[in-house]
């Protein structure tokens, strides 16, 4: 089954909504509307930027899409400083990431909460990006390909073979995350077909060839190609990459097969 290549630019805790404005006009403007035939494109803003984006995206009706860096598990409430998924879905967010390392880092998120976190984007139509990702002392171990694997089925534990079949898996080795450091491609490669294999063994394997599978970490213009190569890597959760037009937009160029723009 062939599957569309996914571009998807975390932006993190940068920009207020009028940089956020400036980049999607740049990238808007830097990528031809002709390559989104062959790549989806996606940014990942903080939630003050969200409608500042929608406006610009629907005004302009442009073909990149945007969507949130995290949302609440609970529905709604007395949860003081939350974001819930139907506030998500009323401002048009396509995507949700769920499960970053680095919420699971500073903010103690467990596969529990990132499962109630999938399922709940789920329940308003919203795309969840779930991440996972090992550390350095665990890829020195050898034992990387298992812990992802555990991640995985803790973090989507429970949900149908239809319910998977609408997940985005992100994997993300934490050592490579903004440090300059990248996976090989064959060894992002690894991960990401055992995630695959795993995904056929928790839904079933045609729901597996349809899930894709991003990787993240370090991703620029000058990998991005190889990684996207790999057999079972469909895409880029892309970082700092993400916060410069130009380059966002020609790596997003070299995953939907070039030329460049």
């Known amino acids: ?15 207020n909504h009028l940089e956020a404005i400036a980049l999607v006009q740049k990238i808007a ?14 940014v990942i803003p903080p939630f003050v930027d969200l409608r500042s984006v929608q406006t610009l995206v629907e005004g302009d009706k442009l073909l990149i899409t945007y ?15 939350e974001i819930s998924g139907s506030m998500l879905a009323k401002l048009g967010c396509s995507f949700v990431v769920v499960g970053h390392s680095e919420r699971r880092q500073y903010h103690n998120e467990t596969d529990d909460i990132v499962l109630a976190k999938a399922k709940r984007a789920l329940e308003y139509g919203i795309t969840p990006i779930v991440c996972i990702g090992e550390g350095l002392g665990i890829r020195e171990a050898k034992t990387h390909v298992e812990y992802n694997l555990e991640q995985l089925r803790g973090s989507l534990k429970g949900l149908t073979a239809e319910e998977i079949s609408k997940v985005v898996i992100a994997y993300e080795p934490v050592w490579a995350i903004g440090t300059g450091k990248v ?37 620029n213009a ?11 890597i469909d895409g880029a959760l892309v970082g700092g990459a993400s916060l410069k037009g130009d380059e966002f937009a020609t790596l997003s160029a070299i995953a939907a097969g070039g030329p460049l723009p």
């Not at 969507?67 to 400083?81: F, I, P, R």
């Not at 090989?184 to 063994?201: F, H, M, S, W, Y």
């Open 1 to 15: 089954m062939a599957r569309k290549p996914l571009i998807a630019g975390n932006w993190k805790m940068n920009l």
């Open 29 to 42: 403007f830097a990528l031809p509307e002709k390559y989104f035939a062959k790549v989806d494109v996606t």
């Open 67 to 81: 969507g949130a860096q995290d949302l609440s598990q609970h529905a709604e409430g007395a949860y003081t400083g």
């Open 183 to 219: 996976a090989t491609p064959a060894d992002a490669q690894e991960v990401c077909g055992a995630i695959r294999k795993e995904l056929a063994e928790l839904a079933n394997p045609e729901v597996a060839a349809g899930v894709r599978v991003l990787y993240g970490g370090s991703v």
């Open 222 to 232: 000058k990998n991005v190609g190889e990684l996207v190569g790999q057999t079972d």
